[in-house]
Nanobody, 125 residues
Framework: QVQLVESGGGSVQAGGSLRLSCAPS????????MAWFRQVPGKEREGVAV????????DYADSVKGRFTISRDDAANTVYLQMNSLKPEDTAMYYC??????????????????WGQGTQVTVSS
């Protein structure tokens, strides 16, 4: 069973930056498409960014394009989300997800197999 552990969340003022990290625990190595989602209370979980196996292909939600960058370090078994120019509307719990089902759609939470517990990001104006 793969368990994902997120870190790097926190509080920042608008315009600031944070970098989130996600790594599996209890698993020697993982090769999957991996993604970041976010969720605010009362709303559905939203796909933020995905990075596919190999790391050369990525995709982003329109709301974060040009501000967020997803990357992976397979040697370190870690995926990152660099978040720049943060806005108050980026405030959410951020979740790491891994293993996109075959034929799945990256921004659908139901199409990922493994999840982390989340890390809170709060952006103040």
């Amino acid at each position: 069973q793969v368990q994902l552990v997120e870190s790097g969340g926190g509080s920042v003022q608008a315009g600031g930056s944070l970098r989130l990290s996600c790594a599996p625990s209890g698993y020697a190595y993982i090769r999957h498409s991996m993604a970041w989602f976010r969720q605010v209370p009362g709303k559905e979980r939203e796909g933020v960014a995905v990075i596919y196996i190999g790391g050369s292909n990525t995709d982003y939600a329109d709301s974060v394009k040009g501000r967020f960058t997803i990357s992976r370090d397979d040697a370190a078994n870690t995926v990152y989300l660099q978040m720049n120019s943060l806005k108050p509307e980026d405030t959410a719990m951020y979740y790491c997800a891994a293993d996109l089902r075959y034929g799945g759609i990256w921004y659908l939470p139901t199409d990922f197999v493994y999840w982390g517990q989340g890390t809170q990001v709060t952006v103040s104006s």
